[in-house]
């Protein structure tokens, strides 16, 4: 069984990142927040649960040294319900995605799941937001205008073209 793991923005609820591994192991994280963080921006917070990859019961753990290198606070939710937002998220791909298809590779189910990351991020109205926003709206704000403009049905290519227009932005 592959454990999937998400970077969710909180304020956006946009994914800016996930994994698939063999079980919860620190080096995908790591590798995860790595690329999140070259393509977005460090964040100031993340919280996660008390899972292996996140938490230490004894010293601290390679990913708190990570976060600690990176001046990046950690929480850990102690309560699945403080954490509920990912947990929320993990419900939808389930029962939208892993719970309606089979996978004839691990490849297959890697596309499959970046497609509905980029439908997730740039389609998929959020209850949560603001008049039923996209999380994309919130995360790059103005992207629902040029999303409209060129709509090509390649996620990938417009995840990584609004990628390099917010780091773009950062710059100025």
């Known amino acids: 069984m592959r454990k999937k793991s998400f970077i969710e923005d909180d304020f956006s609820r946009f994914i800016v990142g996930h994994a698939l591994s063999d079980g919860e192991k620190v080096d995908v994280i790591i590798d995860s927040l790595n690329e999140c963080i070259s393509r977005h ?53 389930e029962k939208e995605l892993l719970n309606t298809q089979s996978f004839s590779s691990l490849k297959h189910l890697e596309n499959e799941l970046a497609q509905w990351v980029g439908f997730y991020n740039f389609k998929r109205p959020h209850q949560g937001l603001n008049k039923l926003q996209v999380p994309a709206d919130r995360f790059y704000p103005g992207a629902d205008k040029w999303f409209k403009e060129n709509d090509t049905g390649t996620e990938k290519i417009i995840f990584e073209s609004m990628s390099m227009l917010f780091r773009e932005l950062q710059k100025k």
């Open 41 to 93: 921006g460090k964040p100031e917070v993340m919280m996660s649960d008390g899972g292996s990859a996140f938490y230490s019961w004894r010293g601290i753990s390679k990913l708190t040294r990570y976060l600690e290198d990176f001046g990046i606070d950690q929480h850990i939710a102690r309560i699945p319900r403080i954490n509920g937002k990912l947990e929320s998220l993990n419900q939808k791909i």
